[in-house]
């Protein structure tokens, strides 16, 4: 209990977060009936009860219909408002969030009216909060490198107001190398760069994303404890795992919580993090994740110190920045 409380007490930062994930079912049929929209879903029961997933594939699906309600600037700044005020109250004091501007292209929503909606609420959460921020564009990974170039091309307007660029979406059968040239143009730009990878790919495709994507950092990355070799690359590459609980366990990455690799990988010297990945479908937002592993993982008060202090400096805040939160941790 007191260790509970002292995971929603500290400081946290959540550095893997889709924001289309964070679409509460209340929230989704509310904005669906302003845009006069049908979900295939009748009730808000109805769809919560859909949420039971075997394998990645099961969740984007529906994933992908619930964000098909968001067509105008004031739903993503809705979305994203709601989200931010949660982490609020959760003692989060920085995010950086992912979304998936072709889940939207496909539909005719402009780049520029799902990037203003969502940055006008960082914007405002940062000026009424504190909460500092990032924004990852991700490329859609079972869809074209043309279409990720095509996608970059319409980011170019926006991009003082994009940090970095992810990858997500089906992994299995959509390797790192199909984006080599992608990412390459988006490092020129001065981008940073992260992938989804190991999630339920292979250790080669977390290779991948070092060697030939060239990551800043690897979301996920749970499948890299199969091969020693490579935890030893991330180790020397000093890279970041951004770790998702709950999510894991909902996906079937994990079978158990009590199997969860999360200290497996503080022990190996891994610099893992903490974070709620799609928070409305997956039973939970940061403080649930750290509460699970509390709870059924018996991590320890160093380790959710360990766990804290990663979140900070494993972010794409300034170096003045993050010493300022690490000051508040000791
Ligand atoms: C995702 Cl958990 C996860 N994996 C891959 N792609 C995603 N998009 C949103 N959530
Ligand atoms: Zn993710």
């Known amino acids: ?12 930062t959540e550095l893997h977060l889709h924001i289309e994930g964070t679409f509460e079912p209340e929230q989704m049929f509310a904005i669906a009936q302003r845009n006069q929209v049908e979900l295939t879903y009748k009730t808000v029961d109805e769809l919560k009860a859909a949420y039971q997933f075997t394998q990645l594939q099961d969740f984007l699906n529906l994933y992908y219909q619930g964000m098909s309600v968001l067509l105008h600037e004031a739903d993503f700044y809705d979305l994203t408002m709601a989200y931010l005020t949660k982490v609020h109250s959760e003692n989060v004091v920085h995010v950086e969030i992912f979304f998936d501007p072709q889940g939207h292209l496909s539909r005719d929503v402009p780049f520029e009216v799902q990037i203003t909606g969502i940055y006008n609420a960082l914007r405002d959460a940062e000026k009424k909060w504190g909460i500092t921020s990032k924004l990852i564009m991700s490329f859609l990974r079972h869809l074209s490198e043309e279409s990720a170039f095509e996608t970059l091309e319409q980011a170019k307007p926006f991009l003082k107001w994009i940090d970095g660029v ?63 070799t490579l935890i030893a690359e991330i180790k020397k590459r000093d890279l970041t795992l951004t770790v998702c609980p709950l999510s894991n366990l909902k996906l079937c990455v994990v079978t158990d919580m009590k199997q969860h690799p999360i200290r497996a990988m503080l022990e190996l010297g891994l610099n893992a993090t903490v974070n709620s990945d799609d928070p409305a479908y997956f039973g939970g937002y940061m403080n649930d994740n750290y509460t699970a592993l509390i709870e059924k993982t018996g991590i320890n008060k160093e380790e959710l110190f360990q766990l804290s202090k990663n979140g900070i400096t494993c972010s794409w805040m300034d170096q003045i920045t993050k010493e300022a939160h690490l000051k508040r941790l000791d």
Request: hydrophobic content about 35%; charged content about 30%.
């Open 166 to 228: 992810g990858l997500d979406s089906s992994e299995l059968g959509h390797p790192p190398e199909k984006f080599i040239n992608v990412f390459q143009a988006c490092r020129d730009l001065g981008l940073k760069i992260t992938a989804h990878a190991g999630e339920e790919g292979p250790p080669e495709y977390v290779w991948q994303a070092i060697n030939l994507i060239k990551v800043d950092r690897i979301d996920h990355g749970n499948r890299a404890l199969e091969d020693e």
């Open 1 to 12: 209990k007191t260790l509970v409380a002292l995971a929603q007490k500290m400081p946290k």
